[in-house]
């Protein structure tokens, strides 16, 4: 089955760290490039970071830049997303998903993991 | 970066009617780097519309986007049950972030 799953989710205290993992299956992981978005309770979507198939290529939001990063590894077909010095507005609902290969738009979504920072 | 700028915020509609969104982006973009997707609440969001006309696999005919520079829309042509839904439209530029507008709601009327 083609499916994303994410995990590493939790509570955790303003300034700490996290760690998020998104598992791939039923598909080539390193023909695609993949993407994080998130989505505060009861908000809208927000897209976070992303990278492409080679690892060549990684962007970020303002919002996150110098403190999160993005990798992935091939071999274990997984994408991570490390956030650091997570802040009370960093509180969401964290997806991963898919790039299109060769069009543009996330064609794969994960059902989240979600994070929780307290002040 | 373009700011995308849906509306309505909230369409209320009965089943079998007509439903059209649109989405405003504040600088020209091109219309290949447009997508709209649905998500229901609690699920993730999938994807309807790339290129902002091509129907991504699986979606119904029901479904079709159209638009060219800075107003794209998205058109349900007969509203069944399961399309009751927030829909948001993304540009993906030439340089990040690849933002979403904030989303229109169907409702049942």
């Known amino acids: 089955e083609v499916q994303l799953v994410e995990s590493g989710g939790d509570w955790v205290q303003s300034g700490r760290s996290l760690r998020l993992s998104c598992a791939a299956s039923?598909?080539?992981?390193?023909?695609?490039?993949m993407h994080w978005v998130r989505q505060a309770p009861g908000k809208g979507l927000e897209w976070v970071s992303g990278?492409?198939?080679?690892?060549?290529?990684?962007i970020y939001a303002d919002s996150v830049k110098g403190r999160f990063t993005i990798s992935r590894d091939d071999a274990e077909n997984s994408l991570h997303l490390q956030m650091n010095s997570l802040r009370a507005e960093d509180t969401a609902l964290y997806y991963c998903?898919?790039?299109?290969?060769?069009?543009?738009?996330?064609?794969?979504w994960g059902q989240g993991t979600m994070v929780t920072v307290s002040s | 970066e373009s700011v995308l700028t849906q509306s309505p915020g909230t369409l209320s509609l009965s089943p079998g009617e007509r439903a059209t969104l649109s989405c405003r982006a504040s600088?020209?973009?091109?219309?290949?780097?447009l997508a709209w997707y649905q998500q229901k609440p609690g699920q993730a969001p999938r994807l309807l519309i790339y290129?902002?006309?091509s129907r991504a696999t699986g979606i119904p005919d029901r479904f079709s986007g159209s638009g060219s520079g800075t107003d794209f829309t998205l058109t349900i042509s007969r509203l069944e049950p399961e399309d009751f839904a927030v829909y948001y439209c993304?540009?993906?530029?030439?340089?990040?972030?690849?933002?979403f507008g904030q989303g229109t709601k169907v409702e049942i009327k």
């Open positions: 290129a902002a006309s």
């Open positions: 990278i492409s198939w080679n690892s060549g290529t990684i």
């Open positions: 993304q540009h993906f530029g030439s340089s990040p972030p690849w933002t």
């Open positions: 600088q020209s973009v091109s219309s290949s780097y």
């Open positions: 039923g598909f080539t992981f390193g023909d695609y490039a």
């Open positions: 998903a898919r790039r299109m290969k060769d069009n543009v738009g996330f064609d794969l």
